[in-house]
């Protein structure tokens, strides 16, 4: 499972960087959303991979790690899907106004030579 | 007690910026009065103090950090009280005199004030820390007080040198203090005190040294940093006579003497503090000479006279230190009267020119005396209390302290800079109050208001009545003060007029003949009115200063930038990848690291075909972002959906639900942007067709990448192949049923142990929702993105072609099987986004994932229905929502307060509901609920936004065309 999750992250994470690294807005904005599945699936990795044991506990009982896994890393993820959710919209917005006031969507808001 | 020095002044300084500008008398006995009731309970706490104990009232503030709001008056500190709080007093009620109809008369009390209350705070704080906070505070005031006419570009230049000069100097000062507090382990003045040996033997001394000099230094104008004191003269002279000869320029010496009992009696402070003080010393005395204004002429004396003060600290014996606290209260006495009585002079007559001013003597004689007395005083004639500090800096300066040349030189210097001094003294009185009748005056002259030259009157008193009897008057509270610097160490000392016949006293001789006899050599050159001292005046400081400013700030940045910077993303973006990829390489290769062990056992098949579809998805969505938008997204979607799964099947139903409607309202959102990008199609080039830099410049960006991902999952793989360590995470699942009342531990943590995250994570959420409208509002599409669609222009034609048909129709007919069952959706999506809301304290859900579903809602009615048919029958108001999400968290996070608990404590029970049964109720609901009102305002925020511009823009592309049109036909 490990092998699988982590190869998996590494494709994300190498898709959406070299996508960040491309010239048009549309290509960063791919990148940085499949960049940010990666790096949640890394915090959430974080807290090891556990199946059949989500931190929802008998009412009334005391949890412990041997029955439930670790739910900060989820937690913290929640958090990170919702930033990066309030990223993504923000930077398609920005990305529309920069086309519409300089006509191109290239990232620098002008054409560069060779691109 | 002491706490009233602090808080009387700052109440002072609010409640005097609102009183109304024509209340001039009002203001100016408001804020004497504070200073009056400073001075009183100075006065009152003078026989607790002078019995030897130390005042202290202490505040925490992070004591954690060591830093407590503690102030402490011990005598040295009373002394310097009296002198503010006693000086504030005379200046107010000068001031009420001096300032002009036209001033704005309550922003100088209120700036006035603040200083007073923070040049209290210097001298009372009994911590390092809140010391340097004063310090800049006093700092701050002065450049406002500099700038107060700051329609002149003289004072707005002045406050500006002065606020860098000395701002910087209280930068390194507070680096100097730190390292003190690191030394001794605590910030307390007494810690520190008591601590000497340990920091003048720690090897950081020098450094320590050199930081908190440079701040002294530059707050008491010292050589090399004094050019900024004649500057300051461009304040209203009350600002002069109080900040900058008073008050806030001893800050400096306040400092070295409050230091001196645990960094003084070294070589270095020697040198370091002895070679400034010297030079300072004399250069002033030497400059104020040549000068043509009153208020520079006394601006540099009162330079010099700060050099002798740091002189008789340099010297490192007792009575030296006797000496230097006894000439900062006799020089704050004759300077402050002498700057009082150039204020009247400038206000009498419209001019501080000396060139212009002679002969006021038949006009002003009440004030040309006491002018004459206190600049004798300030020339060190006997009888007057500057005789006496000077007898006894005299004293010693001809004793060895070190063997150097620097020691030897000392009484000479201090002999020609007192000579120095009886020149631009004689010249003061000379040249304004005698000589012919002036002529080109702007105002004729005559004797100022009564009260306003009876602060003069009682300083230049006291002049008099500490130079003839000191022991009697000063004597006390001088020894208090010295005591409580110098401890057990005070020596033995006399003050009295009359020593007998001894070599100060013939030093003192030579510096009064030498300088008379200097003036009397010097009136042809000084006759001849040019500004500045021979030579020097060339070597204008404020000159130097502005051309390093505009060198660092501008030039130096400028190709700094051009060299470095670029404002290209690309290249930045490449710098940091490459920038993450060495912090993140490094600890690994520093530290050293161990590659588990490779295990292929017990990977479920299912698993791996479901990555295998992930991958595709990443590698193709990347692959077509550029030529195939549409494509590149539903691949996206598609690596989402399978990180969606891998969340279910890894034991986070929580994050699976959350990522699920995330992964919906992105999709959304990008297929509405994607109307407004430029067309761009694969051109029929082959690799061969591509420049080899740009082939070059992919190659470098593929591997940046393939390192990037490959790097990634090596340390993922290896941290997941290990045991997991002690964590918090037992902390939360031990506690979030007993002390969150909710079986599900994320939202527990989330809207209840994390609630502030919680709210400062919805307060983002807003802000960008608002920062998308906002700029939405003024987005203008390109033209080439203004036109129909192709599919609506098809669709159009066609109805426009078959009479039985009305326009819109095909394109509502297109969708309409979809479009009636997103309609009959819209209950079923509020059904599931409140069952989503209900269980989520107990079971996967919660507010957020309950208020995207909500939306979603809403968006399906859009686009089933088309923007106007939506807006006619629903009231969407996301702006009203939002607000209410945000006031309903944050009111459920005060409410705590009622019941005396900190912000955010939440409190569970479990009501039960008709037909629902029971349902957890802990007020981590209720704030669930700002968070769910939060974001689906939200979230239909940016939708809408986005969505409207199809509805604005053909109608903006309408009215842009129309009259074209008309134009044609």
Redesign the interface.
Known sequence: ????????????????????????T??V???L??LS??V???I??????????????????????VR?????P??L???A??????????F??????S???T???H??GRE?R?? | MLSVFILAPFAGSLIAIFFPSDQRGATAWFAGAIALVCFLVTAGLYPIVASGNVLRYQLEWIPELGLNFTLRMDGFAWLFCALITAIGVLVVLYARYYMAEEDPVPRFFALFLAFMGSMLGVVLSGNLILLAVFWELTSIVSFLLIGYWHHNAHARDGARIALTMTGMGGLTMLVGLVIIGRIVGSYDLDAVLASGDAIRNHPLYVTVLVLILLGALTKSAQFPFHFWLPHAMAAPTPVSAYLHSATMVKAGVFLLARLWPVMAGTEAWFWLVGLAGLTTLLLGAYFAIFQQDLKGLLAYSTISHLGLITVLLSLGSPLAAVAAVFHIVNHATFKASLFMAAGIIDHETGTRDMRRLSGLFQFMPITATLAMVASAAMAGVPLLNGFLSKEMFFAEAIETHLVNPLDTATPYVATIASMFAVTYSLRFIHSVFYGPTPTDLPRKPHEPPRWMRAPIDFLVLACLVVGIIPAQTIGPFLHTAVISILGDATPDYSLAVWHGLNIPLIMSFVALSGGVGLYFLMRSYLATGIEGPPVFRLLEGQRIFERVLVTLSWKWARSLEQQLGTRRLQPQMRLLVFLALVAGASPLLIRGFTLPPLVIRGIDPAFALLWAVGIACAVGSAVMAKFHRLASLVLLGGAGLVTCITFVWLSAPDLAVTQLLVEIVTTVLILLGLRWLPKRIAGPETAEDIPLRTRARRLRDFLLAIIAGGGLMLISYTVMTRPLPETVADYFLARAYQEGGGTNVVNVILVDFRGFDTLGEIAVLCIVALTVFALLLRFRPQADSLETPEQQRVQNAFDDDHPDRTAGDSVAEYLFVPSVIMRWMFPVTGMLAAFLFLRGHDLPGGGFAAGIAMSIGFILQYMSGGTRWVEERLRIHPLRWMSIGLLIAVATGAGSWLFGYPFLTSRAEYATLPIIGKVPLASASLFDLGVFSLVLGATVLMLIALAHQSVRAPRAHARATRPEKEAAE
């Open positions: 499972m490990e092998l699988v999750l982590s190869t998996g992250i590494g494709v994300l994470t190498a898709s959406g960087v070299y996508l960040l690294l491309r010239p048009r549309y290509q904005i791919i990148g959303s499949l599945f990666a949640n699936l890394f959430f990795g974080m807290g090891r991979l556990r199946v059949n044991a989500p931190p929802l506990l008998e009412p009334g009982g005391v949890g412990d790690l439930y896994t670790d739910p900060v989820q937690a993820v929640l958090t899907i919702v930033i990066g959710f309030a990223m993504t919209a923000l398609l917005v920005v990305l529309l106004a086309r519409g006031f006509g191109t969507d990232v620098d560069q060779g691109d």
